[in-house]
């Protein structure tokens, strides 16, 4: 893990700037994994302060107990407006340890704009030695006069084989690592939640593309709505990797799993189910029923698949 959040331009840059002696006051790391957003910004505090791995200020960073290191808020919290109260008055104290002192504010895409709002002139201008790391999953949340007041680093999705080398670090010996890294976009910690599936949403949406009553189908995966949709994704792009001339070493499930999907749909059918799948994703994302938007895709692909038969007749 700790290979993956070093490799990005982002941690590079915020590592450079410390060892140079000017890093922004404020800097604001847009990291789109929630799960993970805390512990990267544990390796850029880390390489804020120098830290080397194993080194007694390293430990206490990552435990959060390092006294020129500040954690807001506490794990799983939310930073509120009397949090941000013991910010200011934190602020005004000397370091205890260096020269400098690190505000870490986690999950910044959820503090209210009235918070926001109450620590704006300490963000602009914070006290000789006094430095801000935030980190958000999207900056739309962030308001603009904050934006405005930071340096903003941000973090693109991981590439497939940066995925895929991490989960075989964290998981030696884990079967499905490629597809799961495939199918995630780029999430480590989605990509763990398909492994940890062990394979089952994958087969449900080969299940899902070639089964003839789909309702209970459905049904099923509304329960795990944005698993299953990204699984759904991966087994189309298969099956027309598998259709292409010479592509099956493209493949990232096991030939024969996929074969039945490609048998049923013609090339064009199975691109044009990729764009309703996405679709179908991006619903998910707005909270839509999984169940529903599951059986709204089945029928948009049959529907396809009828036009695409009538025409080859």
């Given at each position: 893990?700790?290979?993956?959040?070093?490799?990005?331009?982002?941690?590079?840059?915020?590592?450079?700037?410390?060892?140079?002696?000017?890093?922004?006051?404020f800097?604001?790391?847009?990291?789109?994994?929630?799960?993970?957003?805390?512990?990267?910004?544990?390796?850029?505090?880390?390489?804020?302060?120098?830290?080397?791995?194993?080194?007694?200020?390293?430990?206490?960073?990552?435990?959060?107990?390092?006294?020129?290191?500040?954690?807001?808020?506490?794990?799983?919290?939310?930073?509120?407006?009397?949090?941000?109260?013991?910010?200011?008055?934190?602020?005004?104290?000397?370091?205890?340890?260096?020269e400098?002192?690190?505000?870490?504010?986690?999950?910044?895409?959820?503090?209210?704009?009235?918070?926001?709002?109450?620590?704006?002139?300490?963000?602009?201008?914070?006290?000789?030695?006094?430095?801000?790391?935030?980190?958000?999953?999207?900056?739309?949340?962030?308001?603009?006069?904050?934006?405005?007041?930071?340096?903003?680093?941000?973090?693109?999705?991981?590439?497939?084989e940066?995925?895929?080398g991490?989960?075989?670090?964290?998981?030696?010996?884990?079967?499905?690592?490629?597809?799961?890294?495939?199918?995630?976009?780029?999430?480590?910690?989605?990509?763990e939640?398909?492994?940890?599936?062990?394979g089952e949403?994958?087969?449900?949406?080969?299940?899902?593309?070639?089964?003839?009553?789909?309702v209970a189908?459905?049904?099923?995966a509304?329960?795990?709505?944005?698993?299953?949709?990204a699984?759904?994704?991966?087994?189309?792009?298969d099956?027309?990797?598998?259709?292409?001339?010479?592509?099956?070493?493209?493949?990232?499930?096991?030939?024969?799993?996929?074969?039945?999907?490609?048998?049923?749909?013609?090339?064009?059918?199975?691109?044009?189910?990729?764009?309703?799948?996405?679709?179908a994703?991006r619903?998910?994302?707005?909270?839509?029923?999984?169940?529903?938007?599951?059986?709204?895709?089945?029928?948009?692909?049959?529907?396809?698949?009828?036009?695409?038969?009538?025409?080859?007749?």
């Amino acid at each position: 893990m700790k290979e993956l959040f070093r490799s990005t331009q982002a941690y590079r840059a915020f590592s450079d700037g410390a060892a140079r002696g000017d890093a922004a006051h404020f800097t604001l790391m847009v990291f789109p994994d929630a799960v993970y957003l805390r512990a990267f910004l544990k390796e850029c505090a880390k390489a804020f302060f120098g830290a080397a791995d194993g080194s007694r200020e390293a430990r206490l960073i990552d435990a959060e107990s390092y006294s020129d290191c500040l954690f807001y808020p506490a794990a799983g919290g939310k930073l509120s407006a009397e949090l941000a109260g013991d910010i200011l008055d934190e602020s005004v104290l000397r370091p205890v340890e260096g020269e400098k002192k690190l505000f870490v504010l986690d999950a910044f895409h959820t503090v209210t704009p009235l918070v926001q709002n109450k620590l704006l002139k300490l963000l602009e201008e914070p006290p000789r030695g006094v430095y801000f790391l935030a980190g958000a999953t999207a900056e739309h949340a962030v308001l603009s006069t904050v934006l405005s007041r930071a340096n903003v680093r941000r973090v693109p999705p991981f590439a497939t084989e940066q995925i895929e080398g991490a989960l075989r670090r964290m998981h030696p010996g884990a079967a499905g690592t490629a597809a799961a890294a495939a199918a995630c976009g780029g999430e480590l910690s989605f990509a763990e939640e398909l492994l940890a599936g062990g394979g089952e949403d994958f087969r449900l949406a080969e299940t899902f593309l070639t089964a003839r009553d789909r309702v209970a189908v459905c049904r099923k995966a509304g329960e795990r709505a944005r698993a299953f949709f990204a699984a759904v994704r991966l087994v189309l792009h298969d099956a027309i990797m598998l259709k292409v001339p010479g592509q099956e070493h493209s493949l990232y499930l096991p030939p024969d799993e996929v074969r039945p999907v490609a048998e049923r749909y013609s090339l064009a059918v199975l691109a044009q189910a990729t764009e309703y799948a996405l679709d179908a994703e991006r619903e998910i994302q707005f909270n839509a029923n999984g169940a529903q938007a599951a059986l709204t895709l089945a029928l948009r692909i049959d529907k396809e698949n009828e036009i695409w038969h009538k025409l080859s007749l």
